[in-house]
């Protein structure tokens, strides 16, 4: 049953609809534009442009990669310029080539000007999630094994990294402390001397959702299945044969036990090596560098005067 699910990832209409609310969207935009037009001011277009004309921008891509981003993107002209004419040349999460019009403004002058970098940020960084989990998802293409992010996403943006993810064609792991159960090896420590499995259970019988162990070799590995988590998560462990016979015997053991669990990678996983973690026969792959390394997508804005 790889890939499917085991309840853990959340409806994707249902998560791309939550994070693109009108609210939600209006109070990112108004944040990152108090950061650069304190009190609504821009002192170089007020001393350069005191009669500035309206002005038509183009966006393009300076490399080829997956757009995302774009409802923020419009927000931000549309906060500055209530009459911005706004034209979208593609859609979100499509793949686009060097050269390629992303979105086309006309609006007045100053509010372009205004409203360019902020537009730009969330363009770019979203995109640039949304190409590198593409890449991913595309590494493991026909393997049932799914791409998921973790937290180490750029702090009060959590929200819009993990729906770039989604964008991408990735998963969703937990959003934050409060939603799920992750049993790491910081936690197994600080337990002590509570046994892993121990711990394990204690979780397993206290929480009121899956738990998600992490397991450092075999012997956790089966404990953590023997102890009743829904995921067991290999960390740092080379794709390998010796791999594959691990998760071999996990499937088993859950099997003997009546069980369904779901086996995840994790750590030091790159598109290099993704696909052979894919082939040992993992279900999920967790990405760090999805969010915590990503270069933002290529991209720029050139603006003309327009009557």
């Given at each position: ?217 075999l012997d956790e590995a089966r404990m953590a299945v023997e102890s009743g988590a ?42 290099g090596n993704v696909r052979g973690y894919a082939d040992c026969g993992v279900d ?24």
């Amino acid at each position: 049953m790889r890939g499917s699910g085991f309840g853990f990832e959340r409806d994707s209409g249902n998560f791309l609809r939550m994070i693109l609310a009108e609210a939600v969207i209006g109070d990112f935009v108004s944040r990152a534009l108090r950061e650069d037009l304190a009190d609504g001011l821009d002192l170089t277009s007020q001393l350069c442009l005191p009669n500035a004309p309206r002005g038509l921008a183009r966006i393009t891509a300076r490399e080829a990669g997956v757009i995302a981003g774009l409802p923020l993107a419009e927000h931000a002209f549309g906060a500055q310029d209530s009459g911005a004419e706004i034209s979208l040349a593609c859609g979100e999460g499509e793949a686009v080539e060097l050269g390629q019009l992303v979105m086309s403004v006309r609006a007045e002058a100053k509010a372009l000007l205004a409203a360019e970098r902020t537009a730009l940020n969330f363009l770019q960084r979203l995109s640039g999630i949304a190409s590198m989990t593409r890449a991913f998802v595309d590494a493991v293409a026909g393997t049932g094994a799914v791409i998921l992010e973790t937290r180490k996403t750029a702090p009060t943006l959590r929200a819009l990294d993990k729906y770039a993810v989604r964008v991408g064609g990735g998963q969703n792991h937990r959003m934050g402390l409060y939603d799920q159960v992750l049993i790491k090896e910081n936690h197994i420590a600080l337990a002590a001397p509570a046994s892993y499995a121990e711990t394990v259970a204690r979780a397993v019988q206290g929480a009121s959702a899956a738990v998600i162990a992490e397991a450092r070799s075999l012997d956790e590995a089966r404990m953590a299945v023997e102890s009743g988590a829904a995921v067991v998560m290999l960390d740092n462990m080379e794709p390998s044969k010796e791999l594959a016979e691990v998760i071999r015997e996990i499937r088993q053991l859950a099997a003997k036990l009546g069980r369904q669990v779901a086996i995840e990678a994790s750590g030091g996983i790159n598109l290099g090596n993704v696909r052979g973690y894919a082939d040992c026969g993992v279900d999920r792959i967790s990405v760090g560098a999805l969010t915590h390394s990503v270069s933002a997508l290529d991209l720029s804005m050139l603006v003309e005067a327009r009557d």
